[in-house]
């Protein structure tokens, strides 16, 4: 019988123990495969459809953009900017490449070898060193946890060939390029450049990049705003592997070393602030698009100028913080316990903890006191930066250098106080100001928003005073009080008497009322046109109470304002309705465009993240159908308030502006509760108003809109109307010049009301006058605040 097989028999001695043991692994060898084939047998089934990932859609932020695409704002869960490969530069690519996956185009998905390598180090030298592939990391960022197991490893091994079948080698390395996170809430290295560089891909150097491309290792604790010195060693590691695989020549690479890194500062002064509004389109795209808002990609470009927008920030905060050095110093705003031992890592510990609670507001920025004496005061701010403030630095703050100062007051070792630049380039203590403000500016001619700030800061305080608070405009309110009488025959050469009123309670609904002017004087007879210029609070009252307060109602809703927010009572000849700013700047718009009414308008389009346009909203152009008043009452209105600006309270805006063509109205309420500058120039309307979100008097003697808010109107104006050329103001039809004076055409002198007041000793009774000029008695809930108006 023939033999089938042949098989040796084992040797003796070592041949044998190597036999068996060549047996052994071959037999583990071939269990492994086994259990391999095995586990690839269950898992395959259970692994997700990668072919999805050909068409990449990773969750992209809500952007919101100012007219000419600067980035104001960005809300969503994770920072995100989507780059194209193809849009991705050559350096960023060599960098990542070098440092995470040298072999990527070359191996299917495992490097075998760059495993094998890792494996000996780690035999070698005792440590963990990775060997993922870019290819692993995808799969382990998109479909996997971070979980250390073998269950994990090999899910993420299988799913690596999977993606290397199904998908292009750019295609993955497109969604690494995207979706890795970087630190500093940045998904992808578009956004991270933009957070720690601010700047686009394209504009990276090879040593930015390699500071980039170093994140993915540690990005939460490696990254060049959390730890410096870990974060430039990772780069350095990153140049020298670009220089071993060949991107970079030695010298390129020592340029890099050499390179320094200028990171994007939080409190850069050339950030665009625009928050509010960022705040604002956020709400109205949540209210249309849902919580998909914060995923989807959407881009809004609104009708922000980015100049125009900066020159509001800065007028306004420029404005408060002037505002806030004329008042008392209210003392540090935190006491701490400084350490006694000198070194460094010590004392910036105990400072860091101590400005933990206190960030920087933008410019004005805290620090902690180190020494303090009358002539001097060294201070640390929370970069490390030591200030050794003297002079008129000090000078805000000299009772708190005082030895009498109080203890809550005074300025020592310890300290917690706000330093800011000053206009020579020194340093000066001064205090977060408790007052608010808000500046907004529409282009009349067709309603867009040119700039809108909210309020001194968005981090302090987030209420939106443009758009939310209601407020008193005072005298700012006189324009439409006016307007509406010049629709009864009055002129700007009526002689009105600015002598003393007194109502009884019979008019009033309660309380007699004796109003004042603001210096407490009464000049007597003069025109209409000098009593606007004086803004004389006794003709208002007398122009109200003749043409009377329901008309003056009606007229007034032309403007924009609603009709129950100012009660048909002589009060409202000095602006005791509510107003917001928005309001305001939506009625003066109407005299600034020849009598039309526009609407505030913001968002301009809105598109997807592939750039189609889902919104395309124009502003609409001005026609008949949006007339509010004729165009010859704007016409007598902007000559009225042109003489404000030259030859009255508002006189500080000419003779900065030095414009012809300015138009505006001061506002103060009563007690210097809120103050005003409303005014314009053809082509922009703009309305700043300073207050106490709780009201009280502003300052000790009290503050004017021609002190307060005119400055910031001014400082805006002065940068916004750069380049414009000056407009002449053009006559409509229907109007007509005498004696230098304007007239609509039918109430030139010997037509119109010629004066008024001027025969009457004492002021009529209620009971004399038309039924139509007599305020009913006031609804309860109008009561109280009226009566506050009259005490």
């Known amino acids: 019988m023939k033999k089938l097989f042949f098989i040796p028999k084992p040797a003796s001695g070592p041949m044998r123990v190597l036999w068996w043991g060549g047996a052994v692994v071959a037999g583990g060898a071939l269990a492994t495969l086994c259990v391999v084939g095995l586990a690839v047998a269950v898992i395959t089934p259970k692994l997700p459809d990668v072919s999805e990932l050909s068409d990449y859609r990773p969750k992209l932020p809500l952007r919101v953009y100012s007219a000419e695409g600067v980035l104001i704002g960005e809300f969503g869960e994770e920072r995100r900017s989507f780059v194209p490969i193809a849009a991705v530069p050559k350096v960023l690519k060599d960098a990542v490449l070098a440092v995470e996956d040298a072999r990527f185009y070359e191996h299917g998905g495992l490097d075998y070898k760059g495993l094998a390598r890792a494996v000996l180090v780690n035999l070698r030298h005792g440590v963990s060193q990775g060997a993922s592939t870019i290819t692993q990391q995808v799969a382990r960022n998109v479909y996997l946890s971070s979980e250390r197991t073998l269950t994990r490893k090999t899910y993420e091994a299988l799913l690596a060939f999977r993606l290397e079948r199904e998908l292009s080698k750019d295609q993955i390395l497109e969604i690494y390029l995207n979706q890795i996170y970087l630190g500093n ?23 930015e990049a390699a500071m980039l491309a170093g994140l993915p290792k540690a ?33 390129q690479a020592d340029a890099a070393r050499a390179e320094p890194l200028h990171l994007r500062d939080a409190a850069d002064p050339k950030r665009l602030h625009a928050e509010y509004v960022a705040e604002t389109v956020r709400r109205l795209m949540v209210e249309k698009y849902g919580d998909s808002t914060y995923t989807r990609g959407l881009k809004v470009y609104t009708t922000l100028v980015a100049a125009d927008q900066a020159a509001a920030y800065k007028s306004l905060r420029k404005g408060i913080m002037d505002y806030e050095r004329r008042q008392p110093y209210r003392g540090p705003e935190k006491y701490v316990d400084l350490p006694a031992d000198p070194t460094p890592a010590v004392l910036d510990e105990a400072v860091d903890d101590a400005l933990a609670d206190h960030p920087d507001n933008g410019d004005v920025m805290a620090a902690v006191v180190l020494a303090a004496g009358p002539k001097e005061v060294t201070a640390v701010r929370a970069n490390g930066d030591t200030l050794q403030i003297t002079g008129e630095g000090l000078r805000p703050v000299q009772t708190g250098l005082s030895e009498k ?95 003393p009123l007194f109502f009884d309670g019979s008019t009033t609904g309660g309380t007699p009322w004796e109003p004042k002017n603001y210096d407490g004087t009464f000049d007597g007879p003069m025109t209409m046109r000098h009593a606007l210029e004086q803004s004389k609070n006794m003709v208002s009252i007398r122009l109200l109470q003749s043409i009377g307060t329901q008309y003056a109602q009606d007229w007034i809703t032309r403007f924009g304002f609603t009709a129950e927010k100012h009660p048909a009572y002589l009060p409202m000849a000095l602006g005791s309705g509510s107003v917001t700013p928005m309001q305001m700047a939506t009625a003066y718009a109407v005299f600034a465009n020849g009598g039309y009414r526009v609407n505030p308008h913001l968002v301009t389009r809105v598109t997807d993240h592939k750039d189609q346009v889902l919104v395309d909203t124009p502003p609409p152009p001005l026609d008949e159908s949006m007339r509010a008043i004729p165009a010859r009452n704007a016409f007598v209105m902007d000559t009225l ?3 404000v600006v030259k030859n009255g309270t508002g006189r500080k805006a000419w003779t900065t502006l030095r414009r012809d063509d300015i138009y505006g109205k001061t506002g103060t309420t009563n007690d210097s509760i809120d103050t005003w500058f409303a005014g314009f120039q053809p ?88 039924p139509e000029q007599v305020a009913p008695p006031p609804p309860p809930e109008e009561r109280n605040r009226i009566l506050e108006w009259f005490r």
């Open 219 to 251: 990005p939460r604790s490696g990254n060049p705003l959390s730890n410096p010195r870990r974060a430039r060693d990772r780069q350095l590691h990153v140049i020298g592997r670009m220089q071993a695989t060949g991107v970079l020549t030695a010298e």
């Open 641 to 643: 308030l042109n003489s």
């Open 185 to 207: 809430r940045s998904y992808g290295f578009a956004a991270a450049s933009e957070a720690y560089f601010g700047k686009p891909l394209q504009d990276l150097t090879a040593a």
């Open 683 to 770: 082509t922009m309307v703009g309305i700043a108003w300073i207050g106490y979100d709780t009201p009280r008097q502003l300052g000790v003697r009290g503050e004017t809109g021609g002190s307060l808010s005119l400055p910031v109107w001014t400082g805006f104006m002065d940068t916004a109307l750069k380049g414009v050329p000056v407009a002449a103001l053009k006559a409509p039809d229907g109007v007509a010049q005498v004696d230098g004076e304007w007239y609509f055409d039918d109430f030139t002198p010997g037509h119109g009301i010629a004066s008024l007041g001027i025969d009457v000793a004492e002021p009529q009774p209620a009971e004399a006058l038309a």
């Open 405 to 499: 100062a109080a203890p809550n007051v005074r300025i020592r070792r310890g300290a917690v106080v706000r330093v800011a630049k000053t206009a020579k380039g020194g340093w000066e203590i001064t205090q977060l100001p408790e007052v608010e403000g808000a500046f907004v500016a529409v282009d009349p001619r067709n309603g867009t928003v040119r700039a809108l700030v909210g309020g001194f800061d968005f981090d302090k305080n987030k209420f939106n005073h443009v758009t939310q608070a209601w407020r008193q405009p005072g005298s700012s309110f006189k324009p439409f009080i006016y307007s509406a009488a010049l629709e009864k025959g009055f002129t700007p050469g009526t002689v009105i008497n600015d002598a």
